[in-house]
């Protein structure tokens, strides 16, 4: 998410169960990562304030880039307020944006009906996003919110 945030190189994206809260991952992830965040960004507490710099919930305000989100409701890794408050965020900002968070998936989707409807509503939210007609009509695609007129 952080492509989307910091940088313009997008012009939009769908995010997979991903992190905007590095500060909260490293205070709460599993045992196996534990130590993933203090080699790659430093230890904490002496530096949170890399940790902040560094995650794009703190930065929302600059999210000015069409964004989608798909969320496992089990994930442990990249909990869903984070994905929710990124999501509330876009909304805020005027960000054309969808959330939709799927029932017993964990931080990796495993359901094949799932990752089968993330790549169907990925493509039809680029669709929306960028004015081309998709081959097949999406079954049940997500409600997209501040999409601009005309698409």
């Known amino acids: 998410m952080a492509m989307m945030v910091f940088k313009k190189y997008f012009h939009a994206g769908v995010s997979y169960y ?3 809260d590095l500060l909260e991952l490293a205070k709460h992830t599993h045992k196996f990562e534990s ?3 203090t080699k790659m960004i430093g230890k904490l507490p002496e530096d949170e304030e890399i940790y902040k710099e560094r995650s794009p919930l703190c930065h929302a305000n600059q999210l000015q880039c069409p964004i989608g989100f798909f969320q496992g409701s089990d994930d442990f890794v990249c909990p869903p307020p984070q994905s929710q408050e990124l999501y509330n965020a876009a909304l805020e900002n005027g960000v054309a ?3 939709v968070e799927y029932k ?3 931080h990796g989707f495993r359901k094949a009906v ?3 409807r993330c ?3 990925e ?3 680029y669709s929306k996003i960028f004015g081309f007609k998709l081959a097949d009509e999406t ?3 997500p409600p997209i919110k501040n999409l601009p007129d005309g698409n």
């Open 104 to 106: 017993g998936e964990a």
């Open 139 to 141: 079954k049940n695609p």
């Open 123 to 125: 493509i039809y939210f």
């Open 119 to 121: 790549v169907s509503n």
């Open 18 to 20: 991903g992190v905007s």
């Open 35 to 37: 130590q993933y965040m």
């Open 114 to 116: 799932n990752i089968q």
């Open 97 to 99: 944006t969808f959330y």
